[in-house]
T-cell receptor
Framework: ETGVTQTPRHLVMGMTNKKSLKCEQH?????MYWYKQSAKKPLELMFV???????ENNSVPSRFSPECPNSSHLFLHLHTLQPEDSALYLC??????????????????FGSGTRLTVV | KQEVTQIPAALSVPEGENLVLNCSFT??????LQWFRQDPGKGLTSLLL???SQREQTSGRLNASLDKSSGRSTLYIAASQPGDSATYLC????????????WGAGTKLIIKP
């Protein structure tokens, strides 16, 4: 394990389901991220939380809803997804507090991801 | 808008060879550049981080170079091993990206025994 734990590892859901992805870090990091990784495409940044406040929302559809209840936990709530949302969803954390903290890149640690399939 | 490109998308070489992976970026005003490794079905592992003021970083058999003026970075892997097989991604941070990473699509490397 890298220090960032994601559950579940695999998830298959129907388009009408509601599910949640969980991410947990005990590294003392201040920033947490959700990324989407689709085949042969660059990672897409979805959401950024810094000190438990959302600081970035990259035009993500409202069927994805993040939640950061404390500095160690991050959730991604999913509802009425589409087949094109099938991808690997990665959680990451980093030391610095955004915006503007130059140490934000330091200690960048990823979880193993959740492989999501929407049927 | 900063764009990061990695060519080739895939590379297969025999074990023992030295090899170079390439990363190019369109805006030379970067803050730093990082190389990551991703194994199938797993998350990413940070390999090397090069600050904008540095020319290279080394870790074991890995050496990453940075040429900001030409918008290029290379990852050199010496004496490749089958365990080096993975996808290698580079990412840059620019001053106006709020220190967030801008990613290339990666190079999938296969080392043949």
């Amino acid at each position: 394990e890298t220090g960032v734990t994601q559950t579940p590892r695999h998830l298959v859901m129907g388009m009408t389901n509601k599910k949640s992805l969980k991410c947990e870090q005990h590294l003392g990091h201040n920033a947490m991220y959700w990324y989407k990784q689709s085949a042969k495409k660059p990672l897409e940044l979805m959401f950024v939380y810094s000190l438990e406040e959302r600081v970035e929302n990259n035009s993500v559809p409202s069927r994805f809803s993040p939640e950061c209840p404390n500095s160690s936990h991050l959730f991604l709530h999913l509802h009425t997804l589409q087949p094109e949302d099938s991808a690997l969803y990665l959680c990451a954390s980093s030391q610095g507090a955004l915006p503007g903290d130059w140490t934000a890149n330091y200690g960048y640690t990823f979880g193993s991801g959740t492989r999501l399939t929407v049927v | 808008k900063q764009e990061v490109t990695q060519i080739p998308a895939a590379l297969s070489v025999p074990e023992g060879e030295n090899l170079v992976l390439n990363c190019s970026f369109t805006d030379s005003a970067i803050y730093n550049l990082q190389w990551f490794r991703q194994d199938p079905g797993k998350g990413l592992t940070s390999l090397l981080l090069i600050q904008s003021s540095q020319r290279e970083q080394t870790s074991g058999r890995l050496n990453a170079s940075l040429d900001k003026s030409s918008g290029r970075s290379t990852l050199y892997i010496a004496a490749s091993q089958p365990g080096d097989s993975a996808t290698y991604l580079c990412a840059v941070t620019t001053w106006d990206s709020n220190y967030q990473l801008i990613w290339g699509a990666g190079t999938k490397l296969i080392i043949k025994p």
